[in-house]
C-alpha cells in the first residue's frame, strides 16, 4: 500500500489542523493506521493509531487535543489536531499495517506542521 500525508502548514499556537492520509489499495480497510511525527533532531515519535474496527489509541500528550478518524470508502485517515503547540512541530506521517500486532509494514511521505509561539 502506497500512503501520502497532506495538510500540514503554519498555525498559531492554539489553531487546529486536520492532516490527512490518502491510501492505495483495494483492501484499505483491514490496516491497521498510524500518525507518527519526527521532530529536528529528535526521534519519531507515536502520535495516535485506528484499528479497521475504528477503534482509537492516543499517545498520552496527545489526548484531548487530537482525533483520528478514517474512511475506508475514500481509503483516508485523518488526524484532527486541536490545541496545538509549538512543541507539536514536526514532520507527520501515516503508517500501516495489517495486524494490531508487530511493527507498521508501510510508511508514507510526511507533511510538515509548524507551530509558532
Known amino acids: 500500500v502506497q500512503l501520502q500525508a497532506s495538510g500540514g502548514g503554519l498555525v498559531q499556537a492554539g489553531g487546529s489542523l486536520r492532516l490527512s492520509c490518502a491510501a492505495s489499495?483495494?483492501?484499505?480497510?483491514?490496516?491497521?493506521m498510524g500518525w507518527f511525527r519526527q521532530a529536528p533532531g529528535k526521534e519519531g515519535e507515536f502520535v495516535a493509531s485506528?484499528?479497521?474496527?475504528?477503534?482509537?489509541y492516543y499517545a498520552d500528550s496527545m489526548k484531548g487535543r487530537f482525533t483520528i478518524s478514517r474512511d475506508n470508502a475514500r481509503n483516508t485517515v485523518h488526524l484532527q489536531m486541536s490545541s496545538l503547540k509549538p512543541e507539536d512541530t514536526a514532520v507527520y506521517y501515516c503508517?500501516?499495517?495489517?495486524?494490531?500486532?508487530?511493527?507498521?509494514?508501510?510508511r508514507g511521505q510526511g507533511t510538515q506542521v509548524t507551530v509558532s509561539s
Open positions: 503508517a500501516a499495517k495489517q495486524s494490531v500486532y508487530g511493527d507498521y509494514d508501510y
Open positions: 489499495g483495494r483492501t484499505f480497510s483491514r490496516y491497521y
Open positions: 485506528i484499528s479497521s474496527g475504528g477503534s482509537t
